[in-house]
């Protein structure tokens, strides 16, 4: 079992920037493929980005690759979404994961953060 915390979440202009942070309080979190995931307003959660185990590897949604950047701290059971260039169309609560499944989803889930993009 992996307890995690999202934070960072707040409102923004477009074209801001804001930093978001996900925090594990058992140190198996290391040992997992972690990502984070939103859910806009009347729409389905998405996947955002996800970072390897040992952070080696990352992938991201086309939607927002190259504005954002998913990285991880396991000495301090912390993964993080550094967001640039917001649109109105990132306004969404913020999902931090962990541990991919055999369905495609993930195995621990945080509460999530709530992220306004004004334009």
């Known amino acids: 079992q992996v307890h995690l915390v999202e934070s960072g979440g707040g409102s923004v202009q477009a074209g801001g920037s804001l930093r978001l942070s996900c925090a594990a309080s058992e140190r198996t979190f290391s040992m997992y493929s972690v990502g984070w995931f939103r859910q806009a307003p009347g729409k389905e959660r998405e996947f955002v980005a996800s970072?390897?185990?040992?952070?080696?590897?990352?992938y991201y949604a086309d939607s927002v690759k190259g504005r954002f950047t998913i990285s991880r701290d396991n000495a301090k059971n912390s993964m993080y979404l550094q967001m640039y260039s917001l649109k109105p169309e990132d306004t969404a609560v913020y999902y931090c994961a962990a541990d991919w499944n055999n369905q495609g989803t993930m195995n621990y889930w945080g509460e999530g953060t709530l992220v306004t993009v004004s334009s």
């Open positions: 970072i390897s185990w040992g952070g080696g590897t990352t």
